[in-house]
């Protein structure tokens, strides 16, 4: 088994990580961090537990410690990141200096140069930039990232449509609440309402699809010359990121080759890869969120209404967003650095 902790282990998305993680086939939690206040308390006690399902009885009593090197047991192999920005990129550099493989679901340095941005289906060879990031920075540990929650959903549909000649992206999102975190909308804010806008997010959008969709040529990776356009909304849904895409095209495909296209858009052998990895609906009302979220049990895209546009073709996508969108997403980077060797 390959042992494992979890960074930011008692908030939303590190709350999805112990669900995950819990009866992993071969990932076993070894240690588990929080905030100075929540040091030295138990799991149970440190935690809010708000997933849908039981607080796992084999983390319920361990103790949770600080976010430090230090606190970490010398034998883990594998370090999930949910901690918010603004804290990971303080220390998930300690944690790579000290030797630690870090798969991160938070947002800082998805765009470096040295850093790799995965989504496995998509791009699973961008992670041979460990090596330039290794010599240039003087690690023996790595930080991968994964994309926005957003990004996850629309870009594996994106990948799908690369060889039309993907020219321009359009997009809009309806988010769902839990995307913000426990206590990032209020009811007041949200209920009989939609906010038409989601401050990073739309650039967040623009900028990680261009670098997932592009080519590591040996040093760094040559971003995709596509343009994408994000206009982000949060609507009153609690989990699932429904968006509207508009992919304007060099060639000029049918319907059914676009959903030809979806259909065999390839996955990966790895325990928590989806298969397929886009679940295609022909009904034009379909993907919804209440409906769709937890197929390929939340790890799959869900995409429909495809119809034709003037310059390319217009449809819907969905995934869920604590699931494939964070928490999963990084799960699934763990096993791709497990199965390939950079552990």
Request: aromatic share 6%; proline share 6%; charged share 25%.
């Amino acid at each position: 088994m390959t042992r494992v902790a979890v960074l930011g282990a008692t908030g939303a998305v590190g709350q999805r990580f112990i669900q995950l993680l819990s009866d992993h086939p071969t990932f076993e939690i070894a240690a588990l961090t929080a905030s100075a206040e929540s040091a030295g308390s138990s799991y149970r006690e440190a935690a809010k537990w708000r997933v849908d399902t039981p607080i796992p009885d084999a983390v319920a009593d361990v103790e949770v410690v600080e976010t430090t090197p230090e606190a970490v047991p010398d034998d883990v192999d594998l370090i999930f990141s949910s901690l918010p920005s603004s804290v990971a990129e303080r220390v998930e550099s300690d944690f790579c200096e000290a030797g630690y493989v870090v798969s991160s679901n938070s947002s800082n340095e998805r765009n470096a140069d040295d850093v790799p941005l995965v989504i496995p289906e998509v791009n699973p060879e961008h992670l041979d930039l460990i090596e330039v990031q290794r010599d240039e920075r003087g690690w023996d540990g790595a930080l991968v990232k994964n994309p926005n929650c957003s990004t996850i959903t629309m870009v594996p549909t994106l990948a799908a449509l690369t060889d039309f000649g993907l020219e321009r992206v359009h997009v809009s999102t309806l988010q769902a609440v839990s995307g913000a975190g426990y206590s990032g909308v209020t009811s007041m804010e949200i209920l009989d309402n939609v906010i038409p806008y989601i401050g990073g997010e739309e650039e967040k959008m623009e900028t990680e699809s261009r670098k997932l969709l592009g080519e590591f040529d040996g040093s760094q990776v040559q971003w995709h010359d596509v343009e994408v356009s994000a206009s982000c909304n949060r609507v009153a849904t609690l989990d699932g990121h429904l968006e509207n895409v508009w992919a304007e095209l060099g060639d000029d495909p049918t319907v059914a080759e676009i959903y030809e296209a979806f259909d065999e858009a390839a996955t990966q052998d790895l325990p928590s890869a989806p298969d397929p990895l886009i679940e295609s609906f022909d009904e034009p009302d379909r993907p919804q969120p209440r409906l769709d979220r937890f197929l390929g049990n939340g790890m799959a895209v869900a995409a429909g209404g495809v119809q034709e546009t003037p310059a390319g073709v217009q449809y819907n996508t969905l995934a869920h967003n604590t699931l494939r969108g964070a928490a999963g997403a990084s799960v699934l980077n763990g096993e791709l650095l497990e199965r390939d060797g950079w552990l």
